[in-house]
């Protein structure tokens, strides 16, 4: 079956860095773009940034695109985000989401997630 495992978050103080991984099996990895979404607290869920399949193209949104940095290594069926000059307003939920393309109605949509890692900034 298809899991998704993240690990990296924590603590971390303002202007820090983290780098959160997500182990992805049970599905050909490579095949498939991969996102990360992130939920504040009380908040809704807030896509962050994409990557796809083969990792030469990378999407972010504009909180991130200055700060985030997102990878994967195929060879390892591993993706990553790093996260350089942390901010508070950085503190979420951080998942791992597999992305694919509904051909039925023409939308990109997610249909697995991992069960977060909490990142918290703040010091």
């Known amino acids: 079956q298809v899991q998704l495992v993240e690990s990296g978050g924590g603590l971390v103080q303002p202007g820090g860095s983290l780098r959160l991984s997500c182990a992805a099996s049970?599905?050909?990895?490579?095949?498939?773009?991969m996102s990360w979404v992130r939920q504040p607290p009380g908040k809704g869920l807030e896509w962050v940034s994409s990557i796809n399949s083969l990792g030469s193209t990378t999407y972010y949104s504009e909180s991130a695109k200055s700060r985030f940095t997102i990878s994967r290594d195929n060879a390892k069926n591993t993706l990553y985000l790093q996260i350089e000059s942390s901010k508070p307003e950085d503190t979420a939920l951080y998942y791992c989401?597999?992305?694919?393309?509904?051909?039925?109605?023409?939308?990109?949509?997610?249909?697995?997630w991992g069960q977060g890692t909490q990142v918290t900034v703040s010091g």
């Open positions: 989401v597999r992305r694919f393309y509904n051909s039925d109605n023409g939308k990109n949509e997610y249909d697995y």
């Open positions: 049970g599905f050909t990895f490579s095949q498939y773009y």
